[in-house]
């Protein structure tokens, strides 16, 4: 139930506000459409390695996030401090 719970939320966080890169776990990260685990767990290690991110297009960085899939998710993200 309370895995359901936190699922539930993390859901409706996103429909609400975009995920902020900075802070976000693995399964908020999986929210953004096209983003998997692997994917979500590059960001962190990616993230963690340099102190967050500085910028959105930063993301681009982060192995298997090209300009292509950026462009559809830069809507569903956001950036605050490191």
């Not at 409706?12 to 976000?24: D, H, K, M, S, Y």
């Not at 930063?58 to 809507?75: A, C, S, T, W």
């Amino acid at each position: 139930m309370r895995r359901f719970v936190v699922l539930f939320l993390l859901v409706v966080g996103t429909l609400w506000g975009a995920v902020n890169i900075n802070t976000a776990s693995v399964d908020e990260l999986m929210t953004i459409k096209g983003i998997g685990r692997k994917k979500a767990e590059a960001i962190i290690a990616y993230r963690t390695k340099n102190r967050g991110f500085r910028s959105k297009e930063e993301l681009m960085v982060v192995r298997g996030i090209g300009p292509k899939l950026f462009k559809k998710i830069k809507d569903q993200i956001e950036l605050e401090g490191p």
